[in-house]
């Protein structure tokens, strides 16, 4: 694949995305026309092995070359090369300009206000959280591990696009592909993170055996951005841990690939 032979750059993701032969993910929600967003699967790439074939990692032993050939594909679909992030399961959220950074980002989030600029994540299990102002003057993106997740990082997101441009009822929030509550065993420490502070999470945890829960990681995000002020929150229902053919997923295979979540303000439309 390189690009989408036939379509016209400017088509709709979701065209170029057919025409390309790839099943990536272009969010359905409410966000002005001038969003673009997309998340990647695990198809339309040249790694093999267990980074067949759409890895975009850096951090595995994927082939360097297989690599590289990911990213480019990935690029004919964007503006700019993406503001990857130095991401450590934290709460800090970089704020993006229209000069891209010397360095990656120490940061699990990323808001910005410049046309252009391609904020992005990586996952293989955790929640990738798009959001977009209704003014279509702001776009946002989290990586939402249950630890990011539990500290507050969505809040933390909402906070940065919220101000100085709206608040957090005029944002739109999509939940990408993440592990589903069915395949996501925790300990008590992971309720505990969740429920000594909010009595309520409790409902988003199952018993499953002794001393395990299933946690319905999706939940918890709607539940938090509800709590932030944020009503209109789309997505969702993806389960990257069973559905081995479509996405990489860590807790299924240690050595995985990652897959990319994306959002940007469109230059042509500002």
Same mark, same amino acid.
């Given at each position: ?31 002005? $026309? ?15 092995? $267990? ?32 503001? !990857? ?60 591990? !249950? ?26 929030? !999509? ?59 789309? @997505? ?7 559905? @081995? ?11 995985? @690939? ?13």
């Amino acid at each position: 694949m390189s690009g989408a032979p036939g379509v016209a750059a400017t088509a709709p993701l979701g065209d170029r995305f057919r025409a390309a032969g790839v099943d990536w993910i272009v969010p359905a929600w409410a966000a002005p $026309p001038n969003v673009r967003a997309f998340a990647t699967t695990r198809n339309g790439g040249a790694s093999a092995g $267990p980074y067949a074939t759409m890895n975009l990692g850096r951090s595995g032993a994927d082939d360097r070359a297989a690599l590289a050939e990911n990213r480019r594909r990935l690029a004919a679909h964007l503006p700019a090369p993406p503001v !990857w992030l130095q991401q450590e399961h934290g709460v800090a959220v970089a704020t993006l300009g229209p000069r891209a950074p010397d360095a990656p980002p120490i940061a699990d989030a990323a808001v910005t206000r410049a046309p252009g600029v391609v904020c992005a994540v990586l996952t293989a299990d955790c929640l990738p959280v798009l959001f977009a102002n209704r003014a279509g003057t702001a776009v946002g993106i989290a990586h939402a591990g !249950w630890r990011g997740l539990a500290a507050g990082v969505l809040e933390a997101t909402v906070a940065a696009l919220a101000a100085p441009d709206a608040g957090p009822g005029d944002l739109y929030a !999509w939940l990408g592909p993440a592990i589903g509550p069915a395949a996501f065993e925790v300990g008590a420490d992971v309720v505990a993170a969740f429920c000594t502070a909010d009595p309520g999470a409790a409902a988003n945890f199952v018993p499953h055996r002794a001393g395990k829960w299933h946690a319905d990681l999706e939940a918890l995000a709607r539940q938090r951005l509800a709590a932030a002020g944020v009503a209109a929150v789309t @997505g969702g229902g993806f389960c990257t841990h069973t559905d @081995g053919a479509r996405f990489f997923s860590y807790r299924r295979e240690r050595e995985s @690939g990652r897959m990319a979540a994306l959002v940007w303000l469109d230059a042509a439309t500002v």
